[in-house]
């Protein structure tokens, strides 16, 4: 297990610049996970903590040790692609134990750690099969054992699950989070399903266009975005914005409706009213915080999204599934003002 420290890293091709100064601390045992749209430089970033790409200007830290000019094989990682990248010729057994065909082991010990992260994996009965009598997920699998066999210091993990089907993902992300309390080893892993970065890290790393947009726990990033684009991209369905201005601490709306803002905010001027579709509600009282007619509903069991037209846009509450509101009607909708969040419409920062 090991630190891992990223300095002022950028990443350069001729003159187009992909990562703009790049800092970040990851602590020993720590699984942080990169989230971000397609462009945004997660993988670039995670090729070249493992080596794949040449660094432009900045610092890769393993352990406290620059690693910029060392080989992959000299990093002390291991690395899980989207494809698996097993050999189909080979048993598991085999595919498993390619991890140490360079190692000093002997033939016993070698084994010995095969069986060990089998055991871990529950692959122990899939030993002398091939890869094209295993699953999906058991692919995958042996991708991580293959990986794990070599007790790496960091493990980097870039899109493993963008290939399996809903369920498999589902049990993929619930075993790789598992064999990371086991084994406590550190782990970077790339995504862009914000739902697996949610249900998976200790830490989500947020890029946007070659920068870190905010990193914190999946609570943090959730409950207190530091911007439009965090709080748009983190949570599904995403978080609604309204249009208005925020002036002697009294918030009006586009259409004319008006209400007292979050105590502590001095700014004046055009702000974009967050609301999440969890915190939004069907009402009957005049208290309300906006009123439209519902275009679409998507029941989804438990629950119903609504969604409202209203401004221009669509806004989407939740109600119950049980009873859910008609398609066409007109309803008010109404948010508890300590679950809002305010920005600022120019800068798209948080205000709160």
């Known amino acids: 297990m090991a630190n891992l420290a990223l300095s002022n890293l950028v990443k350069r091709y001729d003159k187009t610049e992909i990562l703009h100064g790049i800092d970040l601390e990851i602590s020993d045992g720590e699984f942080v996970v990169f989230v971000g749209p397609s462009g945004c430089g997660k993988s670039t970033t995670l ?10 200007s900045g610092k890769v830290e393993i352990d406290g040790r620059v690693v910029n000019n060392l080989e ?11 494809n698996y990248a097993i050999y189909p010729h080979m048993t598991v057994r085999k595919n498993i134990g390619f991890g140490l065909r360079t190692s000093n082991k002997s033939k016993a010990e070698k084994e010995a750690r095969i069986q060990e992260v089998a055991t871990i994996l529950d692959m122990v009965d899939l030993l002398d099969r091939k890869p094209n009598q295993l699953s999906g997920g058991q692919r995958q699998r042996v991708a991580i054992g293959r990986a794990m066999v070599r007790d790496p ?3 980097l993990f870039d899109e493993p699950l963008s290939n399996l089907d809903a369920q498999l993902r589902t049990q993929m992300r619930l075993e790789i989070k598992k064999l990371h309390q086991r084994v406590g080893n550190t ?6 399903d914000q739902v697996e970065a949610m249900t998976m890290a200790d830490r989500i790393v947020i890029m946007k266009d070659g920068y870190i947009q905010q990193v914190g726990t999946p609570f943090e990033v959730y409950h207190s975005p530091a911007n439009v684009f965090v709080a748009q991209f983190i949570g599904a369905p995403s978080m609604n914005q309204i249009e208005g201005t925020l002036s002697n601490g009294q918030i009006e709306l586009k259409d004319g409706q008006k209400f007292a803002g979050p105590q502590g905010v001095s700014f004046e001027g055009n702000i974009i009213l967050g609301v999440r579709p969890d915190d939004l509600h069907l009402t009957e009282d005049d208290d309300f915080l906006i009123k439209g007619k519902i275009s679409v509903l998507e029941t989804l069991g438990p629950e119903t999204l609504i969604y409202v037209e209203y401004a221009g846009k669509e806004i989407i509450a939740k109600a ?3 009873t859910p509101p008609q398609s ?3 309803v008010k909708l109404k948010a508890d003002i300590d679950n809002v969040h305010l920005f600022d419409a120019e800068t798209g920062e948080t205000l709160l």
């Open 320 to 322: 119950d599934g049980r």
């Open 328 to 330: 066409g009607t007109y």
């Open 187 to 192: 782990i970077v892993f790339v995504t862009h």
């Open 72 to 82: 992959p094989k000299e990093r002390d990682i291991a690395m899980v692609f989207q």
């Open 153 to 155: 210091a960091v493990f």
């Open 47 to 56: 090729r070249l903590i493992a080596g794949l790409e040449e660094i432009t």
